[in-house]
């Protein structure tokens, strides 16, 4: 059966010529080809991976295993070590509650304000559950102010949950730092770093951590898919967040997706292969980008670090044109104002108010997240339209 | 060897051809559902074209429905979020048992829990409670009077949950006859994707979010939308739907599996034979013959089926759904044969011929030329 047999209510935005030019990666990536054709073979076989009695489920529990390694090797991580997720909202989820309060009886999970939804979400559960929750200050730029951490960090805290890369502002956060702190005081450490993988280098034999949360949509992988990495020595204790059939060793619960998990492995795979020439190649995009901008427009704010930042999302603001109309202006570019999952929320983004930025400013705030598919001349016409549309707006509101 | 009778559709269900084409279609949506631009409108649009199929096929409205990682999500979700002490009997999911408080309510030998005892566990009870029934068992297909247990559930106060993961697709589900204020569904048993489900959750019911973050779901389930496997699932649900005049056809060849067995041991138990059962599963004994034994057997001749339910590690352990109904040693030989749409007559055959096959070489002796046939 052809998908045209289904109707084209789903239809996607039809290729071509008046096809938007996709800026809006840090919400999601589109599908690589290449991760669809791993996950062909395994979309129509009818193969629980936990059905391991039989021909078909033990295949599907062997590409599961095979997933498992990619994703864990992509990281530095060993297969053992990657429990599968729904995504990094999940993974977030049970690193928290999953450890907070502590087997020894610690009852803080220490965060910072400029973290994901799930991060902060799963931080005040752990709150209603009669735990503790402090939540750490950034500076101007994003990063976690290190002095105030050190402050909050102390014998009761049970974990130190700091994300590796923004999704608003490009922050990237002194993870090392924050892990000497953290060790300091016995505690553990997560990261979520679902927009790290595939743009940020990410090597858990380095990096003192002990559990990271990935997503396999955030990298050209499917969605409903992620994982949480959890080191196996010293074992942390993590426990699960639901209960079920004791799948993945009890630490979640429900079957496998063996497609997604397919996929998941080899956008993971390919994320690691070419991380270090796509980052190169993002980060030179964003300052043509702004170069181009900047040759055209007039008082262009950079929101978040100038420096040392994640290639391949620029925050900026456009003092007096408000992001909405401005997005209305550009119907030509795909790009958000913000975080997709705090959409319909009502009020100023927290991350920017987080980093000091008057909420006047705020509501001029867009944010431009090339990727993969973008080519220099996406990142061109994107500048002249959004010049124009500049333009037009300011001349609007002097006349 | 021919290709592999699969007869574990309780286990997962193959893709049907319209949910993979409508799951290789959102594959090429790009955006994210709560993104504004066009594309993630198109995203947006896909998945609440989804919800409102799957809201069609338990009779619910689309708001109604919330999307989660799979039925063990769900059953987590409902248990956890609804905030009460959960009552159920010992032939639940595993998702559900782990979620019990106090001990569980008995079922007779058939495998129907027993309503009087529920009755008097309500009445016992300090706290309105939530009663969590399954409509149809994932080993044996027997149906629960779930309408009853609701009826004597409300009298108490209690709110209601149905897990009919097994029942979609196989059975009418019609949400408010069974008066129920939460279902769950999984779209990988009625032919659509795996890692999607679903929470059909009555309007103003309590449902607390399991997975917290982002405000999806109308902030009752965090994290992007799967949109891929939702349009997937959206489209098995409207499969499911138009397929219901066809379970005849199901129930027929699976009868003819009976019968067949039976003809070469007229001894092999059928499990839940009193009782209700889903048209398409038959959970049988070989007495005498330990269930792994089977199993293998089976494997060895191309047949995929299950002992138990395949939840756990593939270890093949005495099933706690005949234990709970009282089957005693016997719980540890039945094996469970569950058909699908694509289920043949031919294969059928071959599955009986190959029950022939394993019970004679398990007891030591050459099947007879009647057996073998």
Sequence with gaps: MTPERVGNQHAAVPPGEDAPIYLDHQATTPLDPRVAEAMAPWQGVPANPHARHHALGRAAARAVEEARGRIAAAIGGHAREIVLTSGATEADNLA???????????????????????????????????????????????????????????????????????????????????????????????????????????????????????????????????????????????????????????????????????????????????????????????????????????????????????????????????????????????????????????????????????????????????????????????????????????????? | MSRIVYLDHNATAPLRADARAALIEALDLVGNPSSVHAAGRAARRAVESAREAVAALVGAAPAEVVFTSGATEANATVLAGAGRPVLAAGTEHDSVRAGLDGAPVPVDAEGRIDLSFLDRRLAEAGAPALVSVMLANNETGVVQPVAEAAAIARRHGALVHCDAVQAAGRLAVDRDALDVDYLTLSAHKIGGPRGVGAVVARDGVPLAPLVRGGGQERRRRAGTENVAAIAGFGAAARAAAAEAGRLGALEALRDGLVAGIRAADPTAPLWGEGAGRLPNTACIGMPGVPAETQVMGFDLAGIAVSAGSACSSGKVAASHVLDAMGAGAAAGEAVRFSLGPETTADEIERAVAAWAEVAARARGRRAGPGAAA
């Excluded at chain 1, 993988?197 to 858990?204: E, H």
């Excluded at chain 1, 990495?229 to 496998?256: C, E, I, K």
């Excluded at chain 1, 063996?258 to 070419?274: P, Q």
């Excluded at chain 1, 190169?280 to 055209?296: E, I, N, P, Q, T």
């Design chain 1, 96 to 399: 928290i509650r999953g450890l907070v309060p502590g087997p020894d009886g610690r009852d803080t999970v220490v965060t910072v304000a400029t973290e994901h939804a799930a991060v902060l979400a799963a931080a005040r559960a752990v709150e209603a559950a009669g735990g503790r929750c402090v939540i750490v200050g950034v500076d101007g730029a994003g990063r976690v102010d290190l002095d105030a951490l050190a402050a909050a960090v102390d014998r009761r805290t049970a974990l130190v949950s700091v994300m590796m890369a923004n999704n608003e502002i490009g922050t990237l956060q002194p993870l090392d730092a924050v892990a000497r702190i953290a060790r300091s005081a016995g505690a553990r450490v997560h990261t979520d770093a679902a927009q790290a993988l595939g743009r940020v280098a990410l090597d858990v034999g380095r990096l003192d951590v002990d559990l990271v949360s990935l997503s396999a949509h955030k990298a050209y992988g499917p969605a409903g898919i992620g994982a949480l990495w959890v080191r196996s020595r010293p074992p942390t204790g993590l426990r699960a967040l639901m209960v079920g059939g004791g799948q993945q060793d009890g630490r979640r619960p429900g079957t496998v997706p063996t497609a997604l998990a397919v996929g998941f492995g080899r956008a993971a795979e390919i994320a690691a292969a070419e991380r270090e020439d796509e980052a190169r190649r993002l980060a030179g995009l964003d300052a043509r980008f702004l170069d181009a901008l900047r040759s055209k427009v007039e008082d262009v704010h950079v929101i978040g670090p100038e420096l040392e930042r994640l290639p391949g999302c620029v925050n900026l603001a456009f003092p007096d044109v408000e992001a909405e109309d401005l997005l209305d202006a550009v119907p030509g570019l795909a790009l958000s104002s913000g975080a997709a999952c705090a959409t319909g929320a009502p009020g100023p983004s927290p991350v920017l108010e987080a980093i000091g930025v008057p909420p006047m400013l705020a509501r001029c705030s867009i944010r431009i997240g090339a990727g993969r598919g973008t080519t220099a001349e996406d990142m061109d016409a994107a500048a002249a339209a959004l010049a124009a549309a500049v333009d037009t707006l300011r001349r609007g509101r002097a006349a």
